[in-house]
């Protein structure tokens, strides 16, 4: 086999390039805007309002670029058609960005996945959009999507071998000639070959000749083999699996459980995709079987899906829709739909199934109709009916519930808590606001502040002013009574007389040298370590700003005894008496006792090093 030469694959990428050029470009900002975001702390990430929209909008150009340039291709639009429809898109692109909040939350990460199935489906179908209107199936479809998937499998794996290879040579590098190497340097590798090596890999494979994909060519017999053997087997232990279940459900006379949604739901989308893997071999003299088996497939979905729609009937009456429950009830009514279809089509028509997958994804999207908007309006649904049954409104508000009615059921302070969280997770507190006197709103002095304080503020603002607490959701039963308290222990503690405990004493595998100060009243002192944690100081700030040493505790002392008792290199930890790991020094004026709970003592080329753990108790005299 002749290995492909730098010319031939400098021109290659080029030729991608120029065909592929905005799907590219969008990759590239992928990257770079990945590279630069890993490089953040999560202060400067809160800071950067433009980096979810601007990483969401490339990862939705990838696809709807593509999709346009592969339309333009292959209708052979015109150079002023192509401007304008690659103008849309950028327009459509720029609407995502303009709407898209700057800090991501559950409404807006499940829109763009939304948005992403969508847009793949779209790739997969826009070469051959005038088969809709076709009778019969014709075999390029289903050999430009063999083409894909199998491209986006090659790439996957040859990016996946890439990285190992390139970051096990880092770690090479590093290890043999003693470099230390950028910590984020593994993030960007995995990010460039994730991002523009992927990509660009994969649009080399984009089939670009359509006209020979309607040329027979032999059927892949591995891939004949998996469905036969592997794929459909499955399918039927799983039917066999619900029927039995569905059996049960009537024997007793029970509700099914919700969990049996999930499992039809797989079992539906796995038939479909095998019947769809062996689709062009279907009338073959040998497999007459295949088309008795989708036949029955097709029927055997009806009475599952009834079954689907009772579990999950059952739960939308007693707590309201949810995304996820309108998922499941769209995406078993889309099921109905495929049964019937292909019952009546015998088979014929496969491209309607990603081709109205993907209208389902649009719809669900957004607007009125669409998940987000369908389950808001449910749960204050929820809300309503809850606060007029058991009439917990005063003047209008919720506020203070639980000391209004002080025996609310336990049940119902978990609905509240679920219903609350709900519009919490989701920056929907604006719909809860006229239930409360006080403001919902972020007030101006949290703004600055990072993310996770932000929404801890709101969840407790929200706990004090209607009583209820996030935690009543997850309280089982009505027979228990719980009490929790906490509080946050500082770093150092007075007991008095000039005495401090130090709780937190730690170096533990750290480059940087421990430095601990401890405010106390006679003065201020510091705990640090030095010569890579051979040594323990305590020093004191005097009055001129500067530090002066009272104490020093050799660490390397007690772990060099250590190791030459257990040995330099021991299998696991060793326990050892406590005061082997107590180390105490004094002077007139200070004394220190440090309670080591572990040391580690690392040798690396006859450099040695100490790293610890424990507490430490200072005694100030006058």
């Known amino acids: ?29 992928l990257c770079g805007v990945g590279i630069y975001a890993q490089r953040l702390n999560s202060e400067e990430e809160n800071q950067r309002e433009w980096l ?44 995502w960005y303009a709407l898209c909040p700057a800090a991501s939350d559950t409404v807006w990460e499940l829109r763009l996945l939304l948005l992403l199935v969508a847009q793949h489906l779209l ?22 999507n063999e083409t894909l998937f199998l491209r986006i499998l090659i790439a996957g794996l040859y990016s996946g071998v890439l990285f190992a290879g390139c970051a096990l040579a880092l770690v090479a590098v590093e290890n043999l000639f003693d470099v230390k190497l950028d910590r984020y340097l593994y993030q960007h590798l995995f990010t460039v070959l994730a991002t523009v090596f992927n990509t660009w890999f994969f649009l080399a494979g984009v089939p670009h000749d359509f006209a020979a ?42 509700l099914p459980k919700g969990w049996v949604s999930v499992l039809i739901l797989a079992l539906s989308v796995a038939g479909i995709f095998a019947l769809l893997l062996i689709h062009p071999v279907r009338h073959a003299a040998e497999n007459t079987w295949i088309r008795t088996f989708a036949r029955w497939f097709y029927r055997a979905l009806f009475p599952l899906l009834g079954l689907l729609a ?19 009830l769209l995406l078993a009514g889309w099921l109905a739909l495929m049964a019937t279809y292909f019952l009546r089509r015998r088979g014929q028509g496969i491209i309607w199934i990603p081709a109205s997958l993907a209208v389902v994804a649009l719809v669900a999207a957004g607007g009125p109709w669409g998940a987000f908007a369908v389950a808001e309006r449910s749960q204050l649904g929820q809300l309503r009916e809850l606060v007029g049954q058991y009439q917990l409104l005063r003047n209008g508000k919720l506020d203070n519930i639980t000391q209004r009615v002080p025996n609310l059921a336990r049940p119902v302070r978990k609905r509240l808590a679920s219903i609350f969280e709900y519009f919490h997770d989701r920056n929907a507190l604006d719909q809860l606001q006229p239930y409360f006197t006080a403001s919902l709103a972020l007030p101006d002095s949290m703004r600055s502040k990072e ?57 533990y595998l750290s480059d940087e040298p421990m430095r601990l100060e401890i ?7 510091r705990l640090r370590t030095e010569n890579r944690g051979n040594v323990l100081h305590l ?41 082997s790991l107590t180390l105490h020094a004094a002077s007139p004026k200070v004394a220190l006792t440090l309670f080591l709970r572990t040391i580690l003592r690392r040798v690396r080329h006859d450099t040695v090093s100490y790293d610890i753990q424990g507490e430490a108790l200072l005694e100030v005299r006058q």
């Open 1 to 29: 086999m002749q290995l492909p030469s730098l010319r031939r694959v400098t021109a290659e990428a080029a030729r991608v390039a120029r065909r592929f050029s905005l799907t590219l470009l969008c990759s590239l900002v």
């Open 52 to 95: 979810f929209p601007t990483l969401s909008t490339a990862a939705l150009g990838l696809t709807l670029t593509l999709a346009v340039a592969l339309a333009a291709e292959r209708y052979r639009w015109s150079a002023g058609r192509k401007l304008a429809a690659n103008a849309g898109a950028l327009a459509l692109l720029g609407l």
């Open 123 to 144: 790739v997969a179908v826009v070469p051959y959009l005038p088969e809709l209107r076709r009778q019969a199936d014709t075999p390029g479809f289903w050999r430009y």
């Open 213 to 254: 994909l309607e040329q027979h060519a032999p059927y892949p017999k591995g891939l004949k083999l998996f469905t036969q053997f592997v794929l459909l087997p499955l399918v039927v232990l799983y039917l066999g699996i619900l029927y039995a279940y569905m059996g049960r459900i009537v024997l007793q006379w029970e």
């Open 310 to 328: 009772v579990a999950i009937g059952t739960r939308i009456r007693a707590y309201g829709i949810t995304e996820e429950r309108y998922f499941v």
């Open 451 to 507: 993310r996770w304080e932000q929404e801890s503020w709101v969840s407790s603002h929200l706990q004090q002013l209607s009583g209820i607490k996030t935690t009543d959701r997850y309280h089982e039963g009505d027979d228990q009574q719980l009490a929790h308290f906490r509080t946050e222990r500082p770093d150092f503690q007075a007991l008095g007389q000039g005495r401090y405990w130090v709780s937190s004493v730690n170096s």
């Open 519 to 525: 405010k106390a009243q006679e003065g201020t002192f």
């Open 539 to 579: 020093d004191q700030l005097t009055s001129t700003g500067k530090w002066a040493r009272q104490l020093s505790l050799p660490i390397s002392a007690v772990g060099d005894s250590l190791a030459r008792q257990h040995g330099s290199d021991p299998q696991e930890a060793v326990e050892v008496p406590n005061a």
